[in-house]
């Protein structure tokens, strides 16, 4: 009889199509996550906050269900190349829209966050909170294929002392300088995501899908409530609070990416999904624009919430559309903007230079 091949570091759990589908289904959660009328309409349930609790995480987690390969010199390039380049470019197009909205002084001294993904640099220069992601993102590929290399006492030492560090920075309350801690705290998520994606593919690997996954999805989430409104522990002990919260914010994504992962056959038929996917970094860069000009309206005029919120999704399906159409339509620019190499990136310069 022959032997079942097990699983290897090269092994992939996902076709490209089911892939792309799975990034349309996380797309879809931040955008929902992110408008900001749903987040005003659901203010006193904190209905945004709880949606950040897994679901920007998933793209960190998807990873680890491809093939894990060593960081070399070319990959480590193309990683800069592939966030910083559309960083780059919506950067300066959030600074010109803050320059030329708001009156108030820029702080530039706080530029120098932006490369270690600090939400609020980029919110107080840019006006987009979001483009954290990029360096964030980028951070965490070259550290996750960096651990994947044969140095494993030297990574675990790393993993256990930054573990501990995030811990004694979010449910501890010690403080760091803040400077440091900016440094830090991409190295310190990017280890934390690293060993939840370790923890989903061995996950995979070993354990058979159950009910129990959305059952204990389910159950996090009224924990979620519950931990929010005080009601199983007095608000004075707010480190376990906050402890508790921190403990979902590892264990809820993981939960939810095997949700979606078992279904991942019926979600991959959807072509709407597949699209949304496929140009997830495009949807996400691009998905608050419509919204930022539908709140200034809100404000000028008042209009009410619910009438607002419906424009939001009209608004944000038309605007998304069109903006997916003219990257396919040019994609000399969408080459431009989001390359996936150096290599193909030169190659656009020069079909540019033309």
């Known amino acids: 009889m022959s032997k079942i091949s097990q699983p290897t570091l090269d092994t992939t759990f996902l076709t490209q199509k089911e892939s792309f589908a799975l990034k349309g289904i996380f797309i879809i959660f931040i955008i929902i996550g992110h408008n900001i009328f749903l987040s005003l309409m659901t203010e006193k349930i904190q209905f945004q906050s709880y949606l950040y609790c897994f679901h920007i995480q998933c793209f960190f987690l998807l990873p680890f269900l491809y093939p894990l390969q060593g960081l070399t010199i070319e990959r480590l390039v193309n990683h800069f190349i592939r966030n910083y380049i559309p960083l780059l470019f919506f950067t300066s197009i959030g600074l010109i829209l803050n320059l030329a909205i708001h009156t108030h002084a820029i702080t530039w001294k706080d530029s120098w966050k932006l490369l270690f993904g600090n939400s609020i640099a980029f919110q107080n220069i840019t006006g987009f909170q979001i483009l954290w992601f990029l360096p964030s ?12 290399l044969s140095i494993r006492f030297y990574c675990i030492l790393m993993l256990i ?92 994504p993981i939960l939810f990416f095997l949700i979606v992962y078992h279904y991942r056959s019926i979600i991959s038929s959807y072509k709407v999904l597949y699209y949304l996917g496929k140009n997830s970094l495009i949807v996400y860069l691009v998905h608050q624009l419509p919204i930022f000009a539908l ?59 033309e």
């Open 137 to 148: 993102f980028c951070i965490f590929s070259i550290i996750k294929e960096f651990v994947s």
């Open 161 to 252: 002392i930054l573990l501990i560090i995030w811990i004694a920075k979010n449910c501890l309350n010690i403080t760091f300088s803040n400077s440091i801690l900016i440094i830090l705290n991409p190295f310190i998520e990017s280890f934390k995501y690293i060993l939840m994606g370790m923890l989903l593919r061995l996950l995979v690997i070993k354990i058979k899908y159950s009910v129990l996954h959305p059952i204990t999805f389910i159950f996090c989430s009224i924990l979620y409530f519950i931990n929010y409104y005080y009601i199983i522990i007095p608000k004075y002990h707010w480190h376990y609070c906050n402890l508790i919260e921190s403990s979902l914010r590892c264990v809820m």
């Open 295 to 353: 709140y200034f309206i809100y404000n000028k005029y008042m209009i009410g919430l619910f009438p607002m919120f419906c424009l939001s999704i009209i608004g944000s399906i038309l605007f998304l559309y069109f903006s997916i159409l003219f990257f396919d339509k040019y994609p000399i620019v969408k080459e431009f903007i989001f390359p996936k190499s150096l290599r193909d990136w030169r190659h656009t310069l020069l079909r540019l230079n």
